[in-house]
């Protein structure tokens, strides 16, 4: 059941009774990982983004300080896909499901004395989801700390890894995701069938861009007739081997920095003469 996680840091395995007695709750780490059930090009499986985010937290939780108290909740394997849902195969909840879902695991999670939740979110269709369940988690309970944080955005060097093109084009089923499925779901990647699909290009004077700062709202069949977004013909496992390896380094990091982290709170310093 704990999949790529610890078994000493699987949430589910505790008792009640050890949750109860757990020392120092306001500062135990919780992480839900976030993902989708969608199509990945013909030679990935629907379960990328959450095998994805599962492995990776599974990776640095080996990697954290057994004094640092972190524990995996089960992976939200569902997600907000419908930019997806042309390809036969994809599931999608709509953003109210999702955020509802989202808000009452923070309910309970509060009411059982946690006050640090991070919401480790891995397809790229519901970051502003995230954030804005973070927000009005805080609203609701002013001493739970959310963190709505993206997989990939952690501190890392993938781009190393990859071509220029790829950095800027690949967002979908490409080089990287291909080879961290390699890495981690070897048996499930079907690299006879991978092929490179990069969307078509904008005019070049255009101040518009598909997740730039001024972005146009696309979905999925707009971009690519494979599904793919980028080219994951040049995955390799080595590749998937090194990225598993420095994304999670990124998250020990983050997660040891949420451990210390204290909400500021601005009533607490004297007024501004």
């Given at each position: 059941?704990?999949?790529?996680?610890?078994?000493?840091?699987?949430?589910?395995?505790?008792?009640?009774?050890?949750?109860?007695?757990?020392?120092?709750?306001?500062?135990?780490?919780?992480?839900?990982?976030?993902?989708?059930?969608?199509?990945?090009?013909?030679?990935?499986?629907?379960?990328?983004?959450?095998a994805i985010?599962?492995?990776?937290?599974?990776?640095?939780?080996?990697?954290?300080?057994?004094?640092?108290?972190?524990?995996?909740?089960?992976?939200?394997?569902?997600?907000?896909?419908?930019?997806?849902?042309?390809?036969?195969?994809?599931?999608?909840?709509?953003?109210?499901?999702?955020?509802?879902?989202?808000?009452?695991?923070?309910?309970?999670?509060?009411?059982?004395?946690?006050?640090?939740?991070?919401?480790?979110?891995?397809?790229?269709?519901?970051?502003?989801?995230?954030?804005?369940?973070?927000?009005?988690?805080?609203?609701?309970?002013?001493?739970?700390?959310?963190?709505?944080?993206?997989?990939?955005?952690?501190?890392?060097?993938?781009?190393?890894?990859?071509?220029?093109?790829?950095?800027?084009?690949?967002?979908?089923?490409?080089?990287?995701?291909?080879?961290?499925?390699?890495s981690i779901?070897?048996?499930?990647?079907?690299?006879?069938?991978?092929?490179?699909?990069?969307?078509?290009?904008?005019?070049?004077?255009?101040?518009?861009?598909?997740?730039?700062?001024?972005?146009?709202?696309?979905?999925?069949?707009?971009?690519?007739?494979?599904?793919?977004?980028?080219?994951?013909?040049?995955?390799?496992?080595?590749?998937?081997?090194?990225?598993?390896?420095?994304?999670?380094?990124?998250?020990?990091?983050?997660?040891?920095?949420?451990?210390?982290?204290?909400?500021?709170?601005?009533?607490?310093?004297?007024?501004?003469?």
């Amino acid at each position: 059941m704990h999949s790529f996680i610890p078994p000493k840091r699987f949430f589910p395995y505790l008792t009640w009774k050890e949750v109860q007695e757990m020392p120092d709750k306001a500062n135990v780490v919780l992480i839900l990982p976030v993902g989708a059930i969608e199509q990945h090009g013909p030679h990935l499986p629907l379960i990328v983004d959450a095998a994805i985010g599962v492995a990776v937290l599974g990776k640095a939780l080996k990697k954290l300080d057994s004094a640092i108290p972190a524990f995996a909740l089960p992976t939200l394997y569902y997600g907000k896909s419908n930019e997806h849902w042309h390809f036969p195969g994809t599931i999608t909840l709509n953003y109210q499901t999702l955020m509802a879902t989202i808000c009452e695991i923070g309910d309970s999670i509060y009411r059982a004395g946690f006050r640090k939740l991070v919401l480790m979110n891995s397809h790229g269709g519901q970051p502003q989801i995230m954030e804005i369940a973070a927000r009005d988690l805080h609203l609701k309970y002013d001493d739970l700390m959310v963190f709505p944080l993206f997989t990939w955005r952690v501190p890392h060097n993938v781009g190393e890894l990859l071509s220029l093109k790829e950095k800027e084009f690949g967002i979908h089923a490409g080089d990287a995701e291909t080879s961290l499925l390699l890495s981690i779901l070897p048996e499930q990647v079907k690299m006879e069938k991978a092929i490179a699909e990069y969307p078509p290009e904008t005019p070049k004077d255009s101040l518009l861009s598909m997740e730039g700062k001024l972005p146009f709202a696309w979905v999925t069949k707009d971009l690519s007739k494979s599904g793919v977004i980028g080219d994951p013909t040049t995955a390799t496992r080595e590749k998937g081997d090194r990225i598993l390896d420095d994304v999670s380094d990124g998250w020990v990091k983050v997660i040891k920095d949420i451990y210390t982290f204290q909400q500021p709170n601005a009533s607490l310093y004297s007024n501004p003469t």
